[in-house]
């Protein structure tokens, strides 16, 4: 595809989903489908940084997950395990700077130990800002903002009076990061399952069938390209 000419969003924002759904259409159990999507989503880390977007967020696994059967929650912190030092590896050898957001302390001690080296071992990259979304979900990530919020208003270190959005957002999970561009989901479902609520308020939406395992730089392409036809607004009028 051509992207000459075309903007490429600054901050591309996924919700990968349907890796069940790819593991069921093969008969093969869900498990290997989420393999699938780790595999595709190294790729995508890859292919965003060599398209040129700044900040590249991934909706890895909710606060609600846990709720699945402890068979698929153990298979995803398996694979959490093995692909977090891979996607170390990949984000030294790109330039790539990792983040996460959500909630960690739910973690296993050694998944906690992984994240960290990750977001430590890549702080001085330059490049393209990869952002983890894990253990994350939109009204926990406000919620713990209002209460760190409430603590600085108890021991006076803001008033209430001068605290305006920007000063909200800064007790986000996503502090510093400017708010998606582009917000795709994959494998067609029309909801936002708790994904950065705050942030999305003039994002623009692509949603595609595509299941996430078989997405690719094709398919992000086809997604920019949607964009650049989309005309861009904020509440005002053109
Ligand atoms: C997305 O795939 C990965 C996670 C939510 C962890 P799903 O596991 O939700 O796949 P479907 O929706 O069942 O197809
Ligand atoms: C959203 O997918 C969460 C992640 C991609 C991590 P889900 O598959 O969990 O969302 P629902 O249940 O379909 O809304
Ligand atoms: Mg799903």
Excluded at 76 to 89: A, E, G, H, I
Excluded at 167 to 178: C, E, N
Excluded at 180 to 193: A, F, K, M, Q, V
Aim: with cysteine; aromatic share 10%.
């Amino acid at each position: 595809m051509n992207l000459e000419n075309m903007t490429i969003p600054k901050h591309i924002a996924v919700i990968l989903d349907g890796n069940g759904r790819w593991a069921k259409k093969r008969g093969i159990p869900r498990a290997m489908g989420h393999k699938a999507g780790c595999e595709t989503l190294e790729k995508m880390v890859r292919v965003a940084a060599d398209l040129g977007v700044s900040y590249f967020t991934v909706y890895g696994f909710s606060t609600e997950n846990w709720k699945r059967s402890a068979e698929e929650v153990g298979a995803l912190m398996q694979l959490f395990r093995f692909y977090m030092v891979r996607l170390l590896k990949i984000a030294r050898e790109n330039n790539v700077r990792v983040k996460m957001i959500g909630e960690k302390s739910r973690f296993a001690p050694d998944i906690i130990e992984g994240i960290d080296q990750m977001v430590e071992g890549t702080r001085d990259n330059t490049g393209m800002t990869f952002v983890i979304a894990i253990n994350y979900g939109g009204r926990d990530e406000i919620l713990r903002a209002a209460k760190k919020m409430a603590e600085d208003y108890k021991a006076s270190r803001i008033q209430l009076d001068q605290l305006d959005e920007q000063g909200f957002a800064s007790y986000l999970d996503t502090a510093g990061i400017p708010d998606p561009d582009l917000l795709i989901r994959t494998s067609g479902e029309l909801r936002l399952s708790n994904y950065l609520l705050w942030q999305l308020a003039y994002t623009e939406f692509y949603i595609t069938d595509c299941l996430w395992p078989d997405f690719n730089r094709e398919e992000l392409e086809k997604a920019i390209v949607a964009y650049n036809g989309r005309e861009r607004r904020f509440g005002g009028r053109k």
